[in-house]
């Protein structure tokens, strides 16, 4: 799945199976990126399915004004 690292953070992510929301008390496993940058991946498990859930972090998009 695909977040901003500020929707992880706040709880506003949810499991795709059971839909259960997911953040940072389900303890992910940041995984470490090449020159100790901020991690972009993680993984962790969902505590009511037990779903293996995957999580790459993307950039906020900025907001366009037409």
Avoid: N, Y
């Amino acid at each position: 799945m695909h977040t901003t690292r500020s929707s992880f953070d706040a709880g506003e992510v949810r499991c795709p199976k059971c839909r259960r929301h997911v953040g940072p008390s389900d303890g992910p496993k940041f995984i470490a990126t090449l020159g100790g940058g901020e991690p972009t991946l993680a993984t962790l498990t969902c505590e009511r399915c037990l779903t293996m859930l995957s999580i790459r972090f993307v950039p906020a998009e900025p907001i366009q004004i037409a």
